[in-house]
């Protein structure tokens, strides 16, 4: 399960995407509506991975996201930004799908191998319970074989949904207004 602690971020999560976003040639332009979010447990607890859904001017976009303790090493040009959390400290935020330990959750998901984490919020020591992920992801099509790619679509509007392979192994995202393929494991043909 996902722990959330009720904390402070700065920058905070609106602020960091809209200036990550400014940077990507699919980001679009202009201040970034938070639609929500969903989380996938790291088994060794290390790592925090979640895939964020906002919405920026008439574009709809997915932001796989990591979340550390210290820097990954070799991966200074898929960093997002470092940002301040009052109750763990400094964290450096990266790319999912260039990180190995959102790689292997995404993969893990799309291999049936695990499923979106229950999100527990805790205030300070003290549980304060479960909270219902505004974006629902579910896995759909075979089971695939050993290898494939990871695909992690960044336009969630149709036209964008180009980028995600047909007929093969894939997640989707719904939330409230919308649903999208979010990721897909392109399998190597025979």
Known sequence: MAIIHEANLTPAKPELLETWLDRQPWGGS????LVGGYRFDDPAGEVGVEGLVVRRGE???HVPLT??????AGAEEHLVCTMQHSALGQRWVYEAGHDP??????????????QQAVVEVWHGE?????REPAVRV???????VEGGSLVLVGDLDPAGQGEAPQGEVRLVA?????????????????
């Open 126 to 130: 003290t549980f304060a319970g479960t």
């Open 67 to 72: 979340y550390r303790g210290a820097p990954l």
């Open 59 to 61: 574009r709809t976009l």
């Open 138 to 144: 579910v896995r759909e099509g075979p089971v695939p």
């Open 101 to 114: 330990v959102g790689v292997d959750c995404f993969v893990r998901a799309l291999r049936g191998e695990q």
């Open 174 to 190: 719904s939330w409230d207004g919308g649903t999208a393929v979010v990721a897909a494991l392109a399998v190597p043909t025979p």
């Open 30 to 33: 202009g201040p970034v509506d």
